[in-house]
């Protein structure tokens, strides 16, 4: 008792020292936050504002001067009787919203302009004529010329500021601005719970302010000491009493250069003041927080020396009671020899059954958690008593309670467990199981089975069973184990998988390896009958166009769309199928004749006829559809599919919309375009190509001052290849990089060779594909050629066609660019035939533009054509553009062009296409003599 009594007083002493001691510097270090904390808080708030109410000003500063630049450049296309609807859509921008002509006379304003306005039609407002009256002096001499006033008046709810400017000396150009720019700005600053942005204007009025009652009224507020400051020119932060709030403020200000405007940041002052409070409560609750971690270190301290003593009874306690709950460690000091080895040896003792009850429990969490992630759990079942154990997985599974209770004294709960366990299988799915369970027992082998049951939530679930015989257990029983596992998510997977390498994920169609199969199918089916297997491949007309202008979404519906009109034309028993891009197939079994299908195509392509609704949009899409038939085209699936194809290209090349049934000569020009492919991968190794020069006519003096290089393809068999027919073959092979190449180097060489001999005027023209530049033809190799044969750059004329530029716009005029730097020139050859325009044209480096024969020929035959032609001879060569007729055949053709004063001419009439040779024997003339025909 003594001992306990002193243990408790030396206790009681050490925890009040220590409380003592550790408390007093937390209370010293609480009151210094409190200090430093609130006078940091009243430095950030003063250095916050004035940042604030700069950059504010900064920002309104450049929205003035973007307003000015803009306001002369607009009175400057005015004066220039030039006006540039670009210039007004920028002050647009800049919520500029009506521009008015205003004579110093006595005449009545005109209004010039006028935007998405809020100021309606309504006169000009006698607010600025009399600020004009008031202050001609200061708009005269306004910095740059440009002046902005202040808030003059109201129109509805918009405050109206003007811009003046000087036309001349009569009038001036006046805009009225609304607000909105100004508003926003001071909208979008706030913190804290009531500080906002003010911003006034030179005469102190309000121009944005949070009170709209003050903005509608303009409110005067210049006598208020921060605005008097900024109207003097004087920036900083004060302090003062705010007729708006009715109390104290803290005030950042700033003068905006240019204008005159004042920007204001303002807080209340009893806003600060509440978190100064707030600072005062957080140092209360440190100072509390740490008294209250001095008093739990102190007490924790003090029971150091009395705690041994009181673990021995803890320990044994527990360890007769069998729980380890109260086990903890136990410092050494201060306690005899034999006490410690006591607690030690106690420790260890707990230590080590804790230890293997948290391995023990450890592995069981593992083993749950593991058949929980695999959806795995375990049983056995007693074949003879019909009981049945399982884990916490099988219970999850099963959606039964962990807890089976019979209700009947007599029936035990496993048994009860193993009958809704049954119950979860349907009559047929029960009997595969008890069968299996037989066979393991009878046989001593292992058994699997996969089934689908139903838990009592009612969903159904696939899952595998693993089922062992085990050794009987202490009843003499027999024992199964067994495993069951959750496969429904990989079941759905490998559906997944079915559906996807048969199906097309879009349509929902069979996709082309599943119209293979079925294709084999019904020609199998068509053997066995001695009937015809049709197949049909149908291809959406312009569907490229509305998948590059409408997009790829709109394309995958319009395909949707397509799919379920061609479904309701087809029969349950053919297939139809998509095999890819735009491409579907049809596959009609079983046809005694072939008397019927172009009923069937016919309604394909009739049901076409009516447009896609996309969104609101009507989209138009054709169809062409290419016939081949089992077994006159093919006997195999593959092979009915290639034909198909083939008459598919055929329907497409007539004219699109069409049907067209697979026939010999189809093949023939297949195998004849292969052969050309074939036999143009060595015709440059072969030296098969050359060039020949069509001379361009300068239409004043009859001067050649250029020529176009066109590319000429000798077949060692077939003779002369027209270039429309073996060119898009070289594109499409990927043999024009290599053939665009030694074309490009053969005529920088020929002209190399007529400057040496005096020639140095004369240029050259080379056409170039976008089939090239996607191949890998860089400027560098065009600029190394010019190089190599000593040829200035400006010598040398690149045509493209429009379609070229419109295919991709942003690589190729960047690619244009870089070469016309070095002085290479380019023209736009086939004008007309395309998408772009002239005013497209302006944003290209193009120096020449070629009138396209189709427009030539038609001179001395349609008005339409002469007028088309003339305009755009006469509004090319306004825009700065060289003119090019070509295909000049007639006289009466060159007459016209004559006429329009095209500048230069090419064509038929003056020289066809010559070899090197004969063109040079052409310069050597140099005159075409009054322009008269050539020989």
């Not at 003593?309 to 136990?330: D, R």
């Not at 596992?485 to 390896?513: G, V, W």
């Not at 447009?611 to 593959?638: K, M, R």
Request: hydrophobic content about 40%.
């Amino acid at each position: 008792m003594i001992n306990q009594i002193r243990a408790r007083s030396l206790r009681t002493i050490l925890f009040i020292g220590f409380t003592l001691i550790s408390a007093i510097p937390v209370l010293v270090l609480a009151t210094w936050f409190q200090r430093a904390a609130l006078q940091n808080e009243y430095d950030a708030v003063s250095e916050k504002h004035l940042i604030i109410a700069e950059n504010l000003a900064g920002s309104l500063e450049r929205y003035a001067e973007d307003l000015k630049s803009g306001f002369l450049i607009a009175a400057s296309t005015i004066e220039s009787n030039q006006i540039s609807p670009e210039v007004f859509q920028f002050l647009n921008k800049l919520h500029l919203r009506q521009t008015w002509i205003f004579p110093v006379t006595a005449e009545a304003p005109e209004l010039h302009m006028s935007f998405d306005s809020p100021f309606g039609d309504k006169a000009f407002p006698q607010s600025i004529v009399t600020h004009y009256e008031e202050n001609k002096s200061l708009i005269k001499s306004a910095e740059n010329g440009v002046y902005i006033s202040g808030v003059l008046s109201r129109e509805g709810d918009n405050p109206i500021l003007a811009v003046f400017t000087s036309l001349d000396k009569e009038s001036y150009l006046v805009g009225l601005v609304s607000t909105t720019y100004i508003q926003e700005v001071q909208r979008s600053i706030s913190f804290g719970k009531n500080g906002h942005a003010a911003i006034v204007d030179d005469q102190g009025k309000i121009i944005a302010h949070p009170m709209d009652d003050w903005v509608a009224g303009m409110k005067d507020v210049s006598s208020v000491e921060p605005v008097k400051a900024m109207l003097a020119g004087v920036g900083g932060v004060n302090e003062f009493y705010s007729p708006a709030t009715n109390e104290d403020m803290v005030v950042g200000h700033a003068l905006v250069n240019g204008v005159g405007w004042g920007v204001m940041i303002l807080q209340p002052v009893a806003e600060l003041k509440r978190n100064a409070n707030e600072l005062k409560v957080i140092a209360l609750v440190i100072a509390l927080s740490g008294m209250v971690v001095a008093v739990f270190v102190s007490w924790k301290v003090a029971n150091v020396f009395t705690r041994p003593l009181k673990n021995i009874v803890s320990y044994t306690e527990s360890i007769a009671a069998g729980s380890l709950e109260k086990f903890e460690g136990t410092p050494r000091r201060y306690i005899p020899r034999d006490l410690t080895k006591l607690l030690h040896s106690l420790e260890n003792m707990v230590q080590s059954l804790l230890n293997k009850t948290n391995d023990l429990a450890e592995t069981g969490n593992r083993l749950r958690e593991a058949q929980k992630i695999a959806r795995l759990g375990n049983w056995e079942i007693n074949v003879t008593t019909g009981c049945m154990w399982c884990s916490d997985e099988v219970y999850s599974l099963l959606g039964i309670s962990d807890r089976t209770d019979s209700g009947e004294p007599n029936i035990p709960d496993c048994v009860v467990l193993y009958e809704k366990f049954l119950d979860s299988f349907s009559d047929e799915e029960r009997g595969l199981f008890l069968d299996c369970l037989d066979q393991t027992v009878v046989f001593a082998e292992p058994r699997s089975i996969e089934q689908v049951i139903t838990n009592l939530a009612g969903e159904s679930i696939n899952v595998r069973q693993n089922i062992v015989l085990r050794e009987s257990d202490a009843t003499g029983g027999i024992v199964c184990m067994g495993t069951i596992q959750d496969i429904t998510e990989r079941k759905s997977f490998e559906d997944a998988l079915l559906r996807q390498a048969h199906y097309d994920s879009l349509t929902e169609l069979p996709n082309r390896t599943l119209c293979v199969d079925r294709l084999e199918h019904a020609i199998s089916k068509g053997k066995r009958n001695s009937t015809h297997v049709p197949l049909l491949v149908v291809g959406l007309d312009h569907f490229v166009e509305v998948n590059d202008t409408l997009g790829h979404l709109a394309g995958d519906e319009v395909l949707c769309l397509a799919a379920q009109r061609m479904k309701d034309l087809v029969r349950e028993s053919d297939t139809l199928a998509r095999l890819g891009s735009d491409e579907f197939a049809v596959v009609i079994e079983d046809m005694s004749d072939t008397m019927s299908v172009p009923v069937v195509t016919q309604k394909i392509i009739d049901s076409f006829k009516a447009p896609f609704v996309i969104d609101g949009t009507e989209i138009s899409v054709g169809a062409s559809v290419g016939v081949s038939v089992y077994p006159q085209d093919s006997s195999s699936a593959l092979g009915l599919l290639q034909k198909a194809d083939t008459a598919l290209q055929a329907a497409k090349s007539s004219g699109r919309n069409a049907v067209s049934v697979f026939t010999a000569e189809m093949d023939a020009v297949v195998q004849n375009r292969m052969i050309l492919r074939s036999d143009l991968a060595c015709a440059l190794d072969n030296d098969e190509f050359h060039l020949v020069f069509q001379p361009i006519v300068d239409s004043k003096t009859g001067v050649i001052v250029s020529s176009e290089a066109l590319l000429r393809w000798t077949h060692p068999l077939k003779g002369f290849v027209p270039p429309d027919v073996f060119i898009p073959i070289a594109e499409e092979a990927g043999y024009i990089e290599d053939i665009g190449l030694w074309v490009i180097d053969r005529s920088i060489a020929q002209l190399a060779e007529w400057r040496s001999i005096g020639y140095t005027d004369l240029k050259i023209s080379i056409n170039l594909s976008l089939r090239q530049i996607q191949l890998g033809l860089t400027p560098k190799q065009i600029k190394n050629l010019l190089e190599k044969h000593d040829v200035p750059a400006n010598r040398l004329t690149l045509e493209v066609t429009e379609s070229m530029l419109a295919d991709d716009i942003s690589q190729t005029k960047d690619w244009m660019l870089e070469l016309t730097e070095e002085g290479i020139q380019f023209s736009i050859d086939d004008f007309g035939t395309g998408y772009s325009s002239l005013s497209y044209l302006l944003s290209l480096p193009v120096s020449t533009i070629k009138i396209d024969r189709c427009f030539v020929s038609n001179l001395l035959h349609g008005s339409k054509d002469q007028t088309l032609v003339s305009a755009i001879i006469a509004l090319s060569q306004k825009l700065g553009f060289d003119v090019v007729a070509e295909g000049v055949e007639e006289e009466g053709e060159l007459a016209k062009l004559l006429e329009y004063r095209c500048e230069y001419i090419q064509g038929y009439y003056f020289s066809k296409p010559l070899l090197p040779d004969d063109f040079q024997k052409r310069l050597g003339s140099e005159i075409v003599p009054g322009l008269k025909k050539a020989s």
